[in-house]
């Protein structure tokens, strides 16, 4: 590796600093989605997996990915372009099934899904080719300022083609709409996380769709965190607020709640196979084998076992009331996503080794993944737990209230306190 490389990074940031931010990654050892890991030759209970329904231990899950595997092999084809096997096809056909639409594209993960299709939506790659009634059309994505990154680098990779990017405050529907007014363009994208996965919240999808019908918006919603959780059947946040027809883009992952890997987007056939023809899609490869058919037995379970979900929004309300009652603000949290807020970075990672000293693994969220000095502990429970398991974590957390409330009062305390 040259001098060069490294010269060119430092002319642009700190690398001694950049250790501050991102400290060493940790490494578990066997399994870490399930409720205890072991970390460092310490067996922890740990609240910081994402496998909400606890579909990426299980056997069948397990045994539907081997079986797969031996199957076709374990690699995948070259781009779908040129050929695909008919596991991937099944995978998308299961995946419109669940979410009750017509047909479904499926990404190597969710940042791909973004990264492919909101460009497509607003700044269409393939306009050169087959152009439409107005190329020069002005264009702008109004995106929620704590929409996840992936969705905010996809927005700004649509500058290159000229398209306005801009952040409205989260949530704020009076600052969405004066934004709207003030950059008043031909053609609008509005992008938001259905569930912010640093608060927890819910987006108002209900009032987004309102003042989109208003301005002629698209709206595409990032439910990363619902799929399979929310609503009625587990399709997400749409479902949730009873919008699924009037939310034009709706994308979801199979690699939180659904236990394998990769994002998908869903909608009628003629978006999808649009969306076929992004970047992502043509020069990239599918998912593998065994991975489409971990996520197909997923869906499965998650369909036919509703106990999972409700398992899981049932501990996070126990979770959140203990934590409020204890006096601690859990922002705008309503889902399975429990934070708690800590505001000060250092304390953040202080608070987490204190629990980890106590047997609970617990990751702080802080700058950049979060606003500076707004850092938090974010708690996710999962169908695997029980509610033993969320009174010992309130019984650890209650301990050392008192010893970061000396430090922090204004973040510590509950607002509602």
């Known amino acids: 590796m040259s001098e060069r490389l490294k010269n060119v990074i430092a002319a642009q940031l700190n690398i001694k600093e950049m250790s501050d931010y991102y400290p060493e990654r940790r490494i578990a050892k066997g399994q870490a989605v399930r409720p205890y890991i072991v970390l460092g030759g310490k067996e922890l ?8 329904l606890g579909l990426a231990s299980d ?55 973004n990264h492919g299709t909101i460009p497509a939506v607003i700044a269409s790659p393939l306009s050169y080719l087959c152009p439409g009634e107005n ?9 929620d300022e704590l929409s996840h990154s992936s969705a905010k680098d996809a927005a700004y990779l649509t500058r290159g083609a000229n398209v306005k990017v801009i952040n409205y405050r989260s949530g704020d529907m009076q600052d969405l709409e004066h934004k709207l007014n003030l950059h008043k363009t031909d053609l609008n994208l509005i992008v938001t996380d259905g569930i912010f996965s640093t608060s927890g919240g819910i987006a108002p999808l209900e009032d987004i769709c309102v003042i989109a019908e208003v301005f002629g918006a698209v709206v595409y919603v990032d439910d990363a965190h619902a799929t399979g959780i929310l609503g009625k059947k587990g399709r997400g946040t749409c479902e949730l607020a009873g919008v699924g027809n009037r939310v034009d883009v709706k994308m979801g992952v199979i690699s939180k709640a659904l236990g394998s890997m990769g994002g998908f987007i869903v909608g009628e056939k003629w978006f999808i196979e649009y969306i076929r023809h992004s970047r992502p899609q043509i020069h990239s490869m599918p998912l593998s084998p065994g991975e489409c058919g971990a996520a197909i037995k997923a869906l499965e379970i998650a369909q036919s076992e509703p106990w999972r979900r409700q398992q899981v929004l049932a501990l996070a309300d126990k979770l959140r009331f203990g934590l409020k009652q204890i006096g601690f603000d859990t922002l705008s949290s309503s889902t399975q996503v429990v934070p708690i807020l800590i505001g000060d970075e250092l ?3 202080q608070f987490a080794d204190d629990l980890e000293e106590k047997g609970i693994f617990c990751p702080p969220f802080e700058y950049p993944a979060v606003p500076k000095g707004e850092a938090v502990l974010r708690f996710c429970p999962t169908a695997l737990h029980d509610l033993e398991d969320i009174d010992h974590l309130l019984g650890v957390i209650k301990g050392l209230f008192s010893k970061y409330l000396q430090h922090s009062p204004q973040n510590l305390l509950s607002k509602m306190a």
């Open 59 to 113: 056997e069948r899950v397990i045994e539907a990915e081997a079986k797969a595997a031996r199957k076709y092999g374990c690699g995948a084809l070259p781009s779908r372009m040129v050929i695909e096997m008919d596991i991937n096809k099944e995978l998308e056909r299961k995946i419109a099934g669940f979410m009750g639409e017509e047909d479904s594209v499926v990404f190597t993960s969710g940042s791909a899904a």
């Open 347 to 349: 304390l953040a990672r």
């Open 135 to 143: 190329t020069r059309a002005s264009r702008a994505v109004f995106i």
């Open 45 to 52: 209970l740990q609240f910081g997996s994402l496998d909400y």
